[in-house]
């Protein structure tokens, strides 16, 4: 356009060859400004002025830099952050000080920040801690108590949550109080129904391990779960991540029934929480249908809690300082340069051993054997 321009084409009908607006032909053949064609600036700049009018002056930005390096040389406390460097121009009673916040973005602009930025790590996939549960090979089951609801007229509720890792399969049963048979049928319905998991997972309450004043207590889930081939596990205490996804569905749960609705009797709350339960599973059917295969219930199984102990119960545990692992109310040693660090610690009852991994979320896929130890498999008879 502005070789045509200069050729001697009037603007107008450059515009209606080009067909460009007769504006357009005007900035671009002002932008040559005479020069030789090759030598002009064809790239795009963006409105405005090239510099902002409110910009700091150069003169205040290296005053700032000198200062900051002043304190940084001189200073009794050795601070040179932003409002430290206000501070000291003010008592030099400098004629222009920008603010703690510009002062911080002149920094910034002049690379004279000392401290690093955060590293963004992306998250680890769900159920890193087991390798097959997160190859997505085998599904796990989630399950929690929601405790101490109160029905407006009076009495006790709490919930036995459940749901699962990949499908996000749900599941949930009101009750006075949950007790461990109360735990271990609803359980049995729900596996029965839906089919049985690889994994099932815990916290540490009675409910679900047993007893904790005494040592090498298996409780009547953890009993159920091995019948039945199922292998336990039981999150680390005080630590956040493990029970993400069934602590979500407990504030959905509360959400979507618990707060919505007026109950005077327990039977409605039960009534209703089968209605949020069935559409959510509706919603959640084709996560159900991509999840890992479930096992068929065994037609024939009874449960029989003196059965001998067998199988495999897992532990995830954080090291103390001396790299020990606390679990079954013993003390086991990881490693001594393993300290407070997660563990996961696999209790095979049919071999008498433990087997020690290391876990680390930078590197969720590296599972580093530490140590094994004997452990002599309880055979006393279970209390019912």
Known sequence: MVAAVRGGQSMRSV???????????????????????????????????????????????????????????????????????????????????????????ILGRRGALDGRGRTRRPPPPRGWYLPDVAARRVELDNFDIIEDLVIAGGGDVNVLTGISLHGGLCGAWPQRQITAKITVDSLL?????????????????TVFQGAHQHPDAFGRVIRLCLSLGVTPIFAPPRETGFQADIESFNGRWQTGVWGRFHFATLRQVQAQSRKYVAASRHKSAPRIAEAPRRRAFPKLWQLNLQQPLQGTVIFLRRTNERGQVTLLGRKYLAAKNWCSRLVRAEVDLTKGQIHLYALRRREPHVHRFLRSHRYVTPQKKFQE
């Open 189 to 205: 319905t729900h596996w029965r129904e839906v089919g049985l998991p690889a994994y099932a997972k815990f916290d540490n309450d």
């Open 15 to 105: 515009g209606r060859r080009f067909r460009t607006p007769l504006s357009t032909v005007q900035y671009w053949v002002a932008r040559a400004r005479g020069e030789r064609l090759d030598r002009v600036d064809w790239s795009d700049r963006p409105r405005g002025c090239r510099v902002a009018a409110n910009r700091t002056a150069p003169r205040v930005e290296d005053r700032v830099l000198v200062t900051r390096k002043s304190l940084r040389e001189r200073s009794a406390l050795g601070e040179a952050g932003p409002q430290a460097i206000r501070d000291e121009l003010c008592r030099q009673h400098a004629r222009k000080i920008p603010t703690a916040r510009t002062i911080a973005r």
